[in-house]
């Protein structure tokens, strides 16, 4: 997301904007937070945490473009960032959760992630300007931090243990990683417009989201990301069986 600039002052100095900045350096904050958490085996905070920083991170781009202070130095700050606290703190977290049991094997795996991540961010970057805004190539590097800290917070707040866990933590890992770097397609929703009247229903049913994440938000957020990340594979498996019906009605 394009969020800071630099700006010139009469006396010649350059300056960034403050407010988006600061939005981001929360999210970094949270990431790193969620690492130390992580270390000192506070697992659910830890998770907490990256959810905290996916809050932030979609908040900076928002205030950016209200303020119009969109810039290069701001979208550079915010992949870093984002490659802190979506790529390194997850894998990190989920490697000492329960990948930390499986040796080498665990810490080849968490690095695959964090790797698949960086490689989404450059891709992303590279493609911003071209891209169709109504799909993302790949999983979202939040979707899928999301997906792996969603499955720590629900597991451990049932009172599992990570070793307890190791082979879902480790198809999981390898999920997320693999869907940021495949050429899935996920829809972006950078199409809806909510200035415009909708259904009735529509905000009875945003009503029942929010309530049901109140009840219990580890559950239903890891839930939501999890359908979030299968709808890739999904959209494939749609368009094929398109593909079949079509050649099969032309026979």
Known sequence: ???GHQIRSPRGRRGIYLLPNLFTTG???AGFYGIIAAFEGQFTAAAVAIFVAMVLDGLDGRVARMTQTQTAFGAEYDSLADMASFGLAPAIIVY???LSGLGQLGWVVAFFYAAATALRLARFNVKAGSSDKRFFQGLPSPSAAAVLMGMVWVWNELGFAGEDLVLLALLMTVFA???????LTYFSFKDMDFRHRVPFFVVLGMLFAVMLTALDPAKVL???FL???LSG??????RWRRKRQLRAGGN
């Open 96 to 98: 000492l959760w329960a």
């Open 177 to 183: 990683g693999a869907a940021m770097v495949s050429n």
């Open 222 to 224: 890891w839930t939501g």
């Open 1 to 3: 997301m394009n969020n």
């Open 227 to 229: 359908l979030y990340a």
């Open 27 to 29: 999210a970094l904050f």
């Open 233 to 238: 594979p999904g959209l494939v498996l749609l």
